[in-house]
Nanobody, 110 residues
Framework: VQLQASGGGLVQAGESLRFSCAVSGSIFGAYSMGWYRQAPGKSRELVATISNDGTTNYVDAVKGRFTFSRDTVKKTMYLQMNSLKPEDTAVYYC?????WGQGTLVTVSS
């Protein structure tokens, strides 16, 4: 199973970014998926999940700003991040069925 993430970069506060994470080598959607992030000097934390029935959950810090979606045909999950804040600066990881995508850095300047 491989997860290939893309997106990220340097943005200013208030701007938007979208991550993509393509899954190969596995049945897509049979298990819950997640996006995590790790800020400098902090532990990795859960950002959002989507269950196999499509139900999404978000941590309070990103509710109303981030949207987790998936495309079962393309076998890809997405994280749309709007109204970004400096505290969103972190390395972001996608997760599926025990496997991790490579980290993708997001830097939000104030």
């Amino acid at each position: 199973v491989q997860l290939q993430a893309s997106g990220g970069g340097l943005v200013q506060a208030g701007e938007s970014l979208r991550f993509s994470c393509a899954v190969s080598g596995s049945i897509f959607g049979a298990y819950s998926m997640g996006w995590y992030r790790q800020a400098p000097g902090k532990s990795r934390e859960l950002v959002a999940t989507i269950s196999n029935d499509g139900t999404t959950n978000y941590v309070d810090a990103v509710k109303g700003r981030f949207t987790f979606s998936r495309d079962t045909v393309k076998k890809t999950m997405y994280l749309q991040m709007n109204s970004l804040k400096p505290e969103d600066t972190a390395v972001y990881y996608c997760y599926y069925w025990g496997y991790w995508g490579q980290g993708t850095l997001v830097t939000v300047s104030s």
